[in-house]
């Protein structure tokens, strides 16, 4: 396991990772979820072997400290990311992100465009205030002191065993703040981010989830967009076959 210091005041993030060739590959987990849990299964296949690979955990989640003065905003997960990046000399790589770390990710590329050479967003989150069935707007809709006291108990009863199983991993008053700085959205806002961006990018939507929100202007933008069939909001895991394929850059 590897860390570094991300807020000058002594709290780590920390990520595990397997050797390899550079680029590494860096997988991001989305909100209330673990990056070695999420993707660990798709850097093991066979074509992927051979690439660095990086399993980061984000403030507040999984292994990686959980500072209560952190205020957990897509920029502040941003930075503590660029942090470890730096810590690890992993310049260029490719980010293959969730949802939330996504959203993150793309905070990171048009922050540190230096440690980004591609992206692979998976349903990542990219305009404000998504809509009331995304599973930050139940988090946020509590008052903070109102999560920790409870809430966050009621939400794991809600969300379904599979993502309890990591959610219950993060610090509640992390991932309340979280769920408010992902709701609340980047300036500027992260789909502006995702059609700017110089370098190759890949957006992947479960066929599940429905439509994509203006998925003609990112192709447009030049964004490649993938619907990736029987999937929903966890490609990895509703179809690794198709997810590892785009990861590896095979279609």
Do not use: C
């Amino acid at each position: 396991m590897q860390q570094a210091e991300f807020d000058g005041k002594g709290a780590h993030i920390r990520w595990t990772e397997t050797p390899g060739a550079d680029p590494a590959r860096v997988y991001l987990h989305g909100l209330g979820a673990t990056s070695f849990v999420y993707h660990a299964h798709i850097a093991a296949r066979p074509e992927l072997a051979g690439r660095r690979s990086l399993f980061v955990d984000l403030p507040g989640h999984g292994i990686s400290d959980r500072p209560r003065h952190f205020g957990y905003t897509l920029e502040e997960h941003a930075d503590a990311l660029a942090a470890a990046l730096d810590a690890a000399d992993a310049t260029g790589a490719e980010l293959i992100a969730h949802s939330m770390g996504g959203s993150v990710a793309l905070v990171l590329a048009h922050r540190r465009p230096d440690l980004v050479s591609r992206l692979v967003l998976t349903e990542a989150n990219l305009d404000r205030d998504p809509p009331s069935t995304a599973g930050s707007s139940g988090i946020a809709s509590y008052e903070e002191d109102e999560f920790v006291d409870g809430g966050h108990a009621r939400v794991l009863e809600k969300v379904g065993p599979v993502w309890a199983a990591t959610m219950r991993l993060a610090d509640p008053r992390a991932l309340h703040r979280s769920a408010v700085g992902l709701r609340r959205g980047s300036d500027p806002v992260m789909r502006t981010i995702l059609e700017e961006l110089p370098m190759e990018r890949v957006y992947l939507q479960g066929e599940l989830s429905g439509d994509l929100a203006d998925a003609a202007g990112l192709r447009a933008a030049g964004v490649r967009v993938v619907t990736v069939p029987g999937a929903g909001h966890n490609v990895m895991f509703d179809n690794p076959d198709v997810f590892a394929a785009v990861v590896a850059g095979r279609l």
